[in-house]
């Protein structure tokens, strides 16, 4: 299983929301790149790296710095936040993003999902962020009345590489990761998961690995790792001891 360090950015700074607030951030360093070779360095093998402006916008803001951090480091990249046409997700691809995820769209038109993962096959992950279950959109401002589980269905079915599931209400809480949705996302779809929302400290870590069977890959940390509740190097040790499982 992977630990993936995010990084949140929003006008231009290195921050994490509470529960997906725009009102209720911290901004954790002003410059992205250096907490994404700071992360790098300790071990990471992979980053989530969100444009919130973006998912808030409906369109990329922060480009330039996603730029920066993709022709600097060395290790695989999955983008979100503002992704909603083809040619945003051929321009990021293009610049070296590993994979890109989209959330929005993904929801108003599950067919460019399909027509994404057609033309980069293995390269469109899908972001289900949830309240209580169902899916929350346009940067977690709008509730639908869709289930998680059956947005990931859904999404398996239209070629999505995988899912990288969210609860919102945790997110960024550090209250600990909604085990029994995630389990039951992973149970309900043959593609990878990956977890979000809520991770504290090595004890959440240790709680999400036997997810690992049911087909959960990865778990996004954000602001523990960032307040140092988490030591990111301590967790990535502990899971290469464990079983080391990348992503396919």
Partial sequence: MLIIPAIDIKDGQCVRLFQGKADKVTVFDENPLLMAR???????KLLHVVDLDGAFNG????SKIIRNIISDIDIPVQLGGGIRDMQTIENYLALGINRVILGTIAVKDPGFVLQAAERFPGRIMVGIDAVKGMVAIKGWTEITDISAIEMALKMENKGAAGIIYTDIERDGAETG???????DIADAVNIPVIASGGVSDLKDIKNILPLEKHGVKGIITGRAIY???LDLKQALDFVSNFHDSPLP
């Fill in 38 to 44: 700071k992360w790098r360095d300790i071990g990471a």
């Fill in 59 to 62: 369109i990329p803001v922060n």
């Fill in 177 to 183: 990761p909604n085990i029994a949705a995630t389990r």
């Fill in 227 to 229: 307040t140092g509740s």
